[in-house]
């Protein structure tokens, strides 16, 4: 029998909220209350999120802010991502133990969700790869300015970024799929300064790919989703059915706004 896992329908959240309710989610999976959940999301007002272990300046801070974005530290890794025109992806599902649906390997459960956003992007006539890792990235404020095997990229150019959160048996999973972001906005925000942002940079004004510059058709994050939730169910072998989160989750999304104070400003 097909197995089913749960598909949280779109909404917009503020940046904090948004956070929550992905690690709310996980809290969830690990206390066996639900399955294995992809959620598709929304930011408003838009923002900056930066990865669990990320410091951004306090000068850098501030111009973000006062560009009307929100900066938000993630539960996962990695480096600062900008949440406009993009749609946001998470997945929560068990790395080890009994029912596990991804590998023990933190490359090998990359791959695995990887591919499904791959045969999402197949279906929309777009070919995508998984990266290769790059010595460089680490010194990078800009998720965007590197690609490394957890992330995919077009012809070169990464058009979906991706980090990830382990916790007991379970993992989460999120990423910013790239549709039409403007191309130096983040290098504005961000104040880039770094040798290896500016080289990046000045070698190339297309900092990343966006989907709708590649297909030349204006297309709603809302219109996307299908093609992705068709992605996942065919690299895993099971049903998405569209559901909302539990009372419970909701309760604990509360409970880690009130405690982590993931707003940075």
């Not at 000045?202 to 989907?211: K, T, Y």
Request: net charge negative; aromatic share 8%; proline share 3%.
């Amino acid at each position: 029998m097909q197995e089913t896992w749960r598909l949280i329908d779109f909404e917009s959240f503020d940046a904090a909220t948004n956070m929550a309710v992905d690690e709310a989610i996980l809290d969830a999976h690990i206390a066996a209350e639900v399955p294995p959940t992809l959620r598709f999301y929304g930011w408003a007002p838009p923002a900056v999120s930066i990865g669990y272990g990320q410091k951004l300046p306090e000068k850098v801070c501030q111009k973000i802010a006062e560009r009307g974005f929100d900066v938000v530290k993630r539960p996962t890794g990695g480096r600062a991502v900008l949440h406009l025109d993009e749609l946001t992806y998470s997945f929560v599902g068990s790395a080890n133990g009994q029912g596990k649906v991804l590998g023990s390997s933190v490359i090998e459960s990359y791959k695995k969700i990887c591919q499904a956003l791959i045969a999402g992007f197949k279906t929309l006539g777009v070919t995508v790869e998984i990266g290769q890792g790059q010595a460089a990235s680490r010194q990078m404020l800009d998720c965007f300015t590197a690609t490394t095997t957890a992330d995919l990229h077009y012809q070169g150019k990464k058009i979906v970024g991706s980090a990830q959160l382990r916790r007991h048996d379970a993992l989460l999973q999120h990423g910013s799929i790239l549709l039409c972001q403007e191309q130096n906005l983040m290098g504005e925000l961000l104040l880039l300064k770094g040798k290896s942002d500016s080289a990046a940079l000045e070698e190339d004004n297309q900092r990343h790919a966006n989907l709708f510059e590649i297909t030349g058709i204006a297309v709603s994050a809302l219109e996307l989703i299908p093609a992705f939730k068709a992605g996942f169910e065919t690299t895993f072998g099971i049903a998405l059915e569209s559901d909302q989160l539990t009372p419970g989750e909701w309760r604990r999304v509360d409970e880690i706004k009130e405690k982590a104070g993931l707003l940075i400003r």
